[in-house]
Every structure is written in C-alpha cells, then in structure tokens.
C-alpha cells in the first residue's frame, strides 16, 4: 500500500496559494542559529557542559552539537544539487569538540549561517529522500520521500524547543513533567 504524497509547503487540501520566495524559511533558521550563539555567549563553561537532571544525561553542548547537525547533514550533498539527494540524520558525530567548547561551537554554527546563506537559491520543493531508523531495537534504514523545505523547516524547530527545556531543566525541578526517554530518538541514545 503505498502512502499519499503531500506537498510539504502547503497543507494538504489548502487552497492554491502564490509561490512565494523561500528566504523567510531560511531566514527564520538563521533566526533561530543566532539565537543558539546568542545563547552560549551567555553561558559560562560549567553551565554549557554541566549534565542535565531529566535529559538523558545531555548537556547544552551535546544539545547544541545534535541540533547543529541536523542542519549540517541537509546541507552537506547540496552543491551542487544532486539528482537523488540523500539525508541520513542518524550519521551524527559523537564527542564532537563543540560539545565542550563554546568557542568551538559558536563557530561551527557561523558556519553553518554562511552555508545556509550561500545557499538561498536551493527551492523548497526540491525533492530528496530521508534514511531514517524508526525501531531502536534493529539498524534497518526506511526510505521516505521529502524535499529540501520540509527537512529545512524539521531542522529548526527543536532546537528552539528544546533550548528552552534545556534551559529550565536546569532552573527547575523538572523530573515530575519527563521521565528519562520521553522523546528521545534510538539515534541518540547511540
């Protein structure tokens, strides 16, 4: 049984609306990566390294790095574009300086804002397909079809989430909202 395919700019069944330019998207991911830097230069080291009480022994290093890779790996295949672009989310780097070093971090996400402005001209509708590991308990990678703007768009909304659960983790006694797993992927307990 195959599975319909939706456009991943407009909702399914919405009405036709008029192709807009894709810079907002890419603007509001820029957006979200200076706030991160913004962020870490808030930080002192302790607290950018400092193990989480309720995220599966996270920091906001690791949280930063995993997030900044999401971004890093959509980008990676993309220029020129290929014809059959792949994106495979579970290939990220563990123990990355970043991690442990604001400096390291802060320029690893400037980076990633140049790459991201270099490449504006990229069209939302660009097709590729997603590798993903949906059952912890096996390796099997499944295959699903997306486009450049929906994994654009995925990339970004957790680490503006997520820097604000990491964040009052670490102010609040938050071990009564979460349990250890709540939320996390098989991807990340690796």
């Known amino acids: 049984m195959s599975l319909p395919v939706y456009d991943t700019i407009a909702a399914p069944h919405s009405p036709p609306q008029e192709k807009k330019d894709h810079v907002p998207i890419q603007e509001m991911a820029c957006d979200i990566i200076q706030q991160a830097i913004d962020l870490i230069h808030t930080l002192q080291d302790e607290q950018y390294t400092q193990t989480s ?20 790996l959509l980008y990676k295949q993309c220029q020129p574009i290929p014809s059959d672009w792949v994106v495979d989310y579970d290939i990220r780097a563990r123990n990355n300086p970043s991690e442990t070093n604001r400096s390291t971090a802060i320029h690893y996400l400037e980076q990633l804002l ?77």
């Open 53 to 72: 009480k309720v995220m599966f022994g996270g920091t906001i290093g690791k949280h930063i790095r995993h997030v900044s890779d999401h971004f890093s």
């Open 114 to 190: 140049s790459t991201i402005k270099e490449h504006d001209h990229i069209p939302l509708e660009q097709p590729l397909t997603l590798l993903a590991t949906i059952d912890a308990a096996n390796d099997n990678k499944y295959r699903f079809a997306s486009s450049f703007g929906r994994e654009l768009f995925y990339s970004y909304p957790p680490l503006c989430f997520d820097q604000g659960n990491m964040h009052r983790a670490e102010h609040f006694d938050s071990s009564r909202f979460w349990n250890g797993s709540f939320n996390i992927a098989g991807s990340t307990k690796q």
